[in-house]
């Protein structure tokens, strides 16, 4: 079986992190906008891996609502400026509270 990014390990790097990756809907289709390029751009998503799927364990009182926990890697690139990186979306850990209050927000 085919294993994501060859089964080496993956992390976004700076270029990504601290709000720098952004996006937008288009119907209910998400896009994300290449960071260096602007929101000109939109990045190809070239994989996808689940890295994480199983029964609600994370703070299940918190969220009785949840039907499992996930966590889903996408590796992403830009064939303008030839960004080649990845990012998570995950229902584990930090979901509350407002972008103000993150320390990394302007």
Do not use: M, R
């Given at each position: 079986m085919r294993k994501f990014n060859n089964g080496k390990p993956f992390y976004?790097?700076?270029?990504?992190?601290?709000?720098?990756?952004?996006?937008?809907?288009?119907?209910d289709?998400?896009?994300?906008?290449?960071?260096?390029?602007?929101?000109t751009h939109i990045l190809q998503i070239l994989d996808f891996g689940i890295v994480h799927d199983g029964p609600v364990e994370y703070s299940k009182e918190k969220r009785p609502k949840v039907k499992r926990d996930?966590?889903?890697?996408?590796?992403?690139y830009c064939p303008e400026c030839?960004?080649?990186?990845?990012?998570?979306?995950?229902?584990?850990?930090?979901?509350?509270g407002k972008l103000k209050n993150v320390h990394w927000a302007v």
């Open positions: 976004g790097s700076e270029a990504i992190t601290k709000g720098k990756l952004t996006g937008k809907t288009d119907t289709y998400f896009y994300f906008f290449c960071p260096k390029c602007g929101d996930f966590t889903i890697a996408f590796e992403l030839k960004l080649h990186d990845f990012v998570k979306i995950s229902n584990l850990g930090w979901q509350g």
